[in-house]
């Protein structure tokens, strides 16, 4: 690729989010679409409403920037929790880490770069320079210039290690502290027990009583067995599988579980007709949107609806009782009594009695309980052959995308277009951001598809289903999207060298170097339009249209998404990847890097939390460092709470890019003929394995469980707490299947009561 065609994509990009931004800043401050910009904060009621119309409205005018500038780390947390803390520390991290690697990158790798001489182009035009001249492969073979860039990966190896020490320790230790801080919840005191043993003639919550009273007679409190609800949950849920799955062909990718029953909106599109008691708004559709179907009273026909699902689930209800699971909630006094019965074996035999950490009530994923153990184990085993197929499946647009990258090819496979790709504008905009906007289009389709394979995985925690999607799609996106591009650009045909581990360094030396111009591409498209699209939010701002005009819904009738932590991790760390491996051997890289990080920064800080603040001036330049804050603060509410621990997870890739960066070093001084350096290297990947070994043993453990010191401590502290008693009493209920709840939307316990009179 040369500069120019890079230029146009950036061009083309810049332009695009300045648009994103502009419309933002000024369809935000409409009425009418303040569940797009701020659902978290009308679900909460402290919306700022405004009806009367206003000039103002409709000037571009982003104070949002500066509320999200301003937030502090205490306030994040009190608003979103710790996983939200994390998630913007990551961001705080890769700004900390390509902030220095920018200043050596590009004020001394890339001059160096730049004046070699190994490949042969015609200094004097710049704007057709091939932006292989900007790389290390520029240097001539031999040359002592190279030494600089061995001591660059000597040095930014360090300081990635150190800045990883730092955050993994600082992020262990806060969340020590707000351990500590919280109050007492159900999870902390609750243990989930499979595999219970039932002998004949028992049933399971005798046997759970039985064994708790007699081994845990001190701290056992109380259980709930679980029940086979599947059908229930079918009948109260009915079309959570489409409702899912169109979220996200709608554009809304924040989705990670719908909670709401259908019984739920039924009855509340009920009472908002009774309530208006305008016959004309009674008329309309029965089928999608209200534009299809027969037409209908809606008032009866929702009155009918509710009553239908109400007697379904009485019936169902009535029958599961009995219908019990050989797994429990098992409730402790004390959260020492509860760390002390998931870490000791309870029985004999090791596949009985097993014991885990329950999850928080609202983070339960109840519908894979009944299944069985094979069921739960080919499951896995589908799941596994789906990724695999998921993987190979997606080569086919990787072909095309390095196909549009290679003019001559291109050319080849399309003779009828050389007349238009002799087109200087079209060859550029083909070449530089075409290719790099089909593969972000196709991997958009991944991450709702991995939350799909993760949930049938047999996960029993709706945390663990988007842990378990986001670890998948981490390792689809750094195989796909980076080492996929690398080798069917540049070593389709060589493949066979990987049966020769030692031939590994030179195969990416090669490979990697020819592939910068692409990636470059890549995050100027998938990080910056991406991540500015990602806070006008369209496709949300046309569905929600679509449902008011046609459906009848208005603001209280939609979901507040939750952060998509499975699909924006694996990107923020795929760009990690490609800033630190590209980092000496195409340092131009850097400066895209670093604008992406601070979009994402503000943007999700904003879609946390955001007040009305229209009088702050425009300043586009603060705004790209903007945009992750405004997400966080402003659209997404947290639906559960893992206490911080995708870090782990972000800690591990970037370990494996410094190992990468350290394969590639060694091959490329290798063939830069600079045998002592290549030599020099290969202790760095091991010395960065041992650091990270270290770092498992040293903080891993404090992700896992709380250590007995911290439990003690906090029990000591709850003996003081009056409000002990009051919250083990509910800690009884706390795990009851919410499918079992009783529910009476329509007021006939006295057989009298009509659904209109409990409507009205």
Not at 108 to 127: C, K, M, R
Not at 479 to 491: E, K, Q, T
């Amino acid at each position: 690729m040369i500069l120019s065609a890079l230029l146009t994509s950036v061009g083309i990009n810049l332009g695009l989010c300045f648009l994103y931004f502009t419309l933002y800043s000024i369809l935000r401050k409409q009425p009418g679409n303040v569940v797009v910009y701020e659902p978290r904060w009308v679900a909460e009621e402290n919306s700022q409403h405004r009806s009367f119309f206003n000039l103002e409205r409709l000037l571009s005018s982003p104070g949002w920037v500066a509320r999200a500038w301003k937030l502090s780390e205490e306030e994040l947390l009190s608003i979103s929790g710790l996983d939200a803390v994390v998630f913007i520390r990551i961001f705080i991290f890769s700004l900390k880490v390509f902030t220095f690697a920018g200043i050596i990158g590009v004020f001394i790798l890339l001059p160096i770069n730049f004046v070699g001489n190994q490949l042969t182009t015609d200094s004097s035009d710049l704007i057709n320079k091939s932006l292989d001249s900007f790389s290390i492969s520029n240097v001539d073979n031999g040359s002592n210039w190279l030494w600089i860039h061995f001591s660059a990966v000597y040095i930014f190896t360090a300081f990635v290690c150190y800045l990883l020490y730092a955050e993994y320790d600082y992020i262990s230790s806060k969340r020590i502290t707000c351990f500590y801080a919280s109050k007492p919840q159900p999870h902390q005191f609750t243990v989930l027990v499979r595999g219970i043993p039932v002998s004949l003639g028992s049933s399971v919550t005798e046997s759970v009583e039985s064994f708790f009273t007699e081994y845990h007679s001190s701290t056992y409190l109380s259980h709930s067995v679980v029940r086979q609800t599947g059908k229930l949950q079918r009948l109260l849920v009915s079309k959570e599988a489409l409702i899912f799955f169109f979220s996200f062909l709608l554009g809304n990718s924040n989705v990670v579980m719908i909670s709401q029953s259908d019984a739920d909106k039924w009855y509340r599109r009920l009472v908002k007709l009774k309530a208006k008691n305008l016959p004309h708004k009674r008329s309309g559709r029965d089928g999608f949107l209200g534009l299809f179907g027969r037409k209908v009273d809606l008032l009866d026909h929702y009155e009918k609806k509710l009553q239908d699902i109400e007697d379904n689930v009485r019936m169902e209800q009535s029958s599961v009782v009995e219908k019990e699971v050989p797994a429990a909630f098992v409730s402790f006094k004390s959260r020492y009594g509860a760390a002390a019965a998931v870490h000791i074996e309870q029985g004999v035999n090791p596949t009985e009695w097993v014991t885990e950490p329950a999850p928080e009530p609202n983070d339960v994923h109840w519908p894979f309980f009944s299944a069985s153990f094979l069921k739960r184990w080919i499951c896995k085993v589908i799941v596994f052959i789906a990724c695999i197929v998921l993987t190979v499946l997606f080569l086919i647009p990787v072909v095309i995308v390095q196909g549009l990258t290679n003019l001559d090819q291109l050319e080849t496979w399309f003779p009828f277009l050389s007349s238009l790709l002799s087109i200087t504008f079209v060859s550029e905009v083909i070449t530089g951001y075409l290719p790099s906007l089909i593969l972000q289009l196709f991997q958009r389709i991944v991450p709702p598809i991995m939350m799909m394979l993760s949930s049938v995985q047999g996960h029993n925690a709706l945390s663990q289903i988007q842990k378990s999607a986001c670890f998948k799609f981490l390792l689809f996106t750094i195989w796909n999207v980076f080492f996929a591009n690398v080798l069917s650009g540049s070593a389709l045909y060589q493949v066979n060298v990987f049966l020769e581990p030692k031939e590994i360094p030179l195969v990416l030396a090669e490979a990697v170097p020819s592939q910068a111009s692409f990636f470059i591409a890549y995050v100027v498209t998938s990080g910056w339009t991406s991540t500015a699209s990602e806070l006008f939010r369209l496709f949300p701002l046309i569905s929600i249209f679509m449902k008011k005009k046609f459906a009848g819904k208005d603001d209280d009738d939609f979901e507040v998404p939750s952060v998509p932590y499975h699909g924006q991790i694996p990107k923020i760390a795929l760009f990690g990847l490609l800033g630190v491996t590209y980092f000496f051997l195409a340092p131009l890289i850097l400066p895209f890097l670093l604008v992406y990080y601070c979009l994402g920064y503000i943007v999700f800080c904003n879609q946390v939390c955001w007040t009305w603040d229209p009088f702050v001036n425009d300043v586009y330049i603060v705004t790209m460092f903007s945009i992750f804050l405004v997400q966080l603060l402003n659209v997404y509410a947290p639906k559960f709470e893992t206490g911080g621990t995708f870090w782990p997870i972000v800690h591990g890739s970037m370990i494996f890019s410094l190992v990468l960066m350290h394969i590639i070093a060694i091959g490329i001084f290798g063939l830069k003929e600079l045998p002592l350096a290549s030599i020099f290297c290969v202790p760095l990947p091991f010395l960065t394995l041992l650091f990270h070994d270290y770092c498992q043993k040293r903080f891993l453990p404090i992700f896992k469980a709380y250590p007995a010191e911290c439990l003690v401590k906090k029990d000591h502290d709850d003996q003081n707490d009056p409000s002990m008693p009051e919250f083990l009493d509910k800690l009884v209920t706390a795990y009851r299947d919410p499918a079992l709840k009783p529910i009476n939307y329509s007021g006939r316990s006295d057989g009298h009561d009509s659904l209109l009179q409990h409507a009205a």
